[in-house]
């Protein structure tokens, strides 16, 4: 009970979003935050370890102004939960196709410079992680089992293909980026519901 009490919401929150729920597919490097594989083949994530990694991503986050962040999302699952993010943090959101050249091309105008780049999937948010290893910021991403983690500075493993999954991580990212800033307190000045990020389909 003492290991439940740390965790960043309760294990029933986790669990009821599916957030631990991978893929059939496993690469290598995902394999260290697997816990087991069920009889129908899909890899369970192990809890302990997401709940980790988003309180180190936050802290890692938190280090930046909101305006030095870029989070990408190709994937309409995880639109809802980044516009959510976005409007909650300040943190710059691109949905839907990322914009060639937007990070590396000063002569576009559409030109942005950023900091540091959290994307929800590697595979097809591939063009802006391109682009942020071409400048050299920090990249976090997202990686579900069947993620590869070349060029990622920093992994947070979860279920990357499911809305209430992302909604629920997005909610969480979002409540500790804003009290590691020391912009709120303590959870409970976070205003904001786990529904607001799309949990809820």
Known sequence: M???EKLLVDLNQYLKAGVHIG????????????????????????????????????????NYEPGDIIVVGRRENSWDAIKKFSEVTGIRAITGRYPPGMLTNPALEIFTEAKILLITDPWPDKNALGDAVKIGIPVVAICDTNNESNYIDFVIPCNNKGKKSLGLLFYILAREYLKNRGAIKSDDDFKYKEEDFGVEE
């Open 23 to 62: 893929t059939k597919f496993r690469t290598k490097y995902m394999s260290q935050f697997i816990y087991k594989v069920r009889p129908d083949g899909l890899s369970v994530l192990n809890l302990k370890k997401i709940d980790d990694r988003i309180g180190l991503a936050s802290k890692f986050l938190a």
């Open 2 to 4: 003492a290991e439940q």
